[in-house]
């Protein structure tokens, strides 16, 4: 989750010059109204068939979900954007992707995800949350996908959910946050969450999050504004750093919001690596770049034209997938950021709004 994301575009008013039209003829009045169609239905496929990449298809790798029972529980406790949630409903969320071109939506949930100390409340909201969202599916036939939520830090709970979720409700992959209980991904306590979905070859969604060690720091700045995108450079790091991304190769991962802060820290983490020439090659497929390259990237508030520069250098276009963060962002708002950062050509869009995410979904091709 995030804040609303920038490059927030407002609808067009179509003005009308009402003293031309005092005493208007039946022809007059035809030929204004079609006028008026013509112009709204230019605006409309602006965002659609003519943006550059001309779809109406895209799959939004990000994109998240609650039942009532987190929303209330968020309510509750007045978590991070937790009055972005009422209303919400599948209904609405499909009303937001076709405004914005959207055939399919991968459902995950968000900060602050469902660990608030007691394994068995995690346990139990894990496979609620599930169930809820496995229903959306079939309410919704071809509109959404499940990242399935994992009760973790519990890693025993973790497996037996990850089984139910791919075996029972033919989940698309797991959805996860940056961080649990101060562990990152690379961490020991996880190693045998990840080897399971390795021998899945399951696709691992990451949505940033706000580590418990590292909440409020800066008097007067929200958490959002710096600690989600730190906590996923955090937690990537701790992946690669750690060994874990090597020894699963058949995991698909992608980042929330273009990774984070990893866009600010090649210098320090690849090194040389990250020189004009090695970046200009193909990378080690076992180096610390090689690892980013083969990580997938969202767009969700990453839409201006630094950070999607940035994410095309480090690891190229064929990496970056279409995200949006709603209902904390909207389809239409992202689509457009990404036409109006003139970072993507016309290949480019189509492969960022669609193609790169059908490469691992392959059932919704």
Request: with cysteine.
């Amino acid at each position: 989750m995030s804040l609303p994301v920038g490059n927030n575009r407002q609808a067009m008013d179509i003005s009308k010059d009402t003293s031309k039209l005092m005493s208007p003829t039946r022809r007059d009045l035809l030929a204004g109204l079609a006028a008026l169609g013509a112009g709204a239905a230019l605006s409309r496929g602006r965002l659609t068939a003519q943006t550059p990449g001309g779809t109406t298809r895209r799959i939004d790798v990000h994109h998240h979900f609650a039942n009532p029972e987190l929303i209330k529980l968020m309510a509750d406790k007045k978590t991070a954007g937790w009055n972005t949630w009422t209303p919400y409903s599948p209904a609405k969320a499909v009303e937001d992707m076709d405004k914005g071109g959207v055939q399919a939506s991968m459902l995950s949930i968000t900060t602050p995800g469902i660990w608030f100390g007691a394994a068995d409340e995690t346990k139990r909201l894990a496979r609620e949350l599930n169930e809820y969202g496995a229903k959306i599916c079939r309410d919704y036939p071809g509109r959404f996908g499940l990242f399935a939520v994992l009760p973790l830090p519990n890693a025993t709970n973790a497996l037996k959910e990850i089984e139910y979720a791919f075996d029972v409700l033919k989940a698309d992959g797991v959805g996860l946050l940056s961080s649990y209980a101060d562990k990152w991904h690379g961490d020991a306590a996880f190693a045998e969450v990840f080897r399971e979905l390795n021998r899945r070859r399951a696709i691992v969604y990451t949505h940033a999050q706000v580590a418990d060690c590292c909440q409020s720091l800066v008097t007067g700045i929200s958490d959002t504004t710096i600690e989600y995108n730190t906590d996923t450079a955090r937690t990537i790091i701790s992946l690669i750093d750690s060994g874990r991304a090597a020894e699963t190769p058949d995991i698909k991962y992608i980042w929330s919001h273009a990774g984070g802060t990893i866009l600010a820290l090649p210098g320090r983490f690849l090194g040389q690596q990250a020189t004009r020439a090695n970046l200009a090659k193909q990378a080690d497929p076992k180096s610390k770049l090689g690892q980013l390259r083969r990580f997938y990237y969202d767009t969700a508030g990453a839409t201006n034209p630094i950070q999607m520069t940035a994410l095309k250098t480090l690891v190229g276009t064929s990496q970056i997938m279409f995200g949006t963060d709603f209902p904390f962002g909207r389809s239409a708002n992202i689509a457009a950021g990404l036409e109006e950062s003139g970072t993507l050509n016309e290949a480019e869009m189509k492969a960022v709004n669609r193609e790169n995410a059908v490469k691992i979904l392959p059932k919704w091709a």
